[in-house]
């Protein structure tokens, strides 16, 4: 244990250092920072094999090797796999490294990317239904038990919930999801067909969260390499009989028009988004 204020060495070799003040090395080689409250470090070909709560300054080093810093979410390249089911649906979880995570439903027969915050990858890295899980079932939404890959915490998964729980990496408060599907209408030959407008229908009315109430209609004429936003609508709640439409929305060509609907927990379901051919 070192807790000096100042450490200055050459080829400097430590298996543990706590508690240090201002730390200046050159070939530092250290196997374990625990609690690591220094204003600053700077070191030349310095190795951190194990960094662990570490609230100092930025750290100014020369050919740094990193390999683990517990606290942060950290580069994982690994594929992983895993499966559950809930509401009769089987899913099949493949997860991408940190790229993304593709979910298969077995039942529809579609695949969906989901994600955590704005970024592609769920940050469940693994999970099962666990048997021991049902007595919390009710309380909890599901006997889905998964495991977050930054701090290694066990969750639920509540299939009635309008917000994801907060990371211990970013905001104190609960989150808002994203939601977005897309369907194509294929045409083929030459001629332009009118598109007169598109009807959503679904979960119309059944808000939980009177603050995320948009719906946004994007449509993509080139198999989804760019989008042009139709406009978003506000969902009533409690108005079950409305539908939502989205006017004039110009002629399809080949290969047809694929539409996109993104909300943040405005639509629990959606049934459908008709294709308004005729006046």
Known sequence: MVASTSVETSQFDVTTLMAGGDQQVSQFDNLTIFNFPSEFVEASQYDVVLAEASPSAPMSVSQMDVILILRGRRDNPRVRTWTFTLDGHDFYVLRLGNDETLVYDTLSEQWYNWGTGNEKWWRAESGVNW??????????????????????????????????????????????????????????????????????????????????????????????LTYNNHGSIDIVNAEYDLRYNWRSLGSMTVPGRVFRITDYGALRRIDSLTWQDQR
């Open 131 to 224: 048997i021991g899980g049902n007595a919390f079932a009710n309380q909890y939404g599901s006997n889905i038990a998964v495991g977050d890959d930054t701090n290694g915490a066990l969750y639920f998964l509540d299939p009635n919930s309008d917000v994801d729980d907060s990371p211990s990496d970013g905001p104190l408060s609960p989150q808002v999801f994203k939601r977005q599907i897309s369907g194509q209408v294929i045409m083929k030959g030459y001629a332009s067909v009118p598109c007169y407008g598109v009807e959503l229908l679904g979960s119309i009315g059944e808000l939980s969260d009177s603050d995320n109430v948009t719906v946004t209609l994007e449509s993509s004429d080139d198999r989804g």
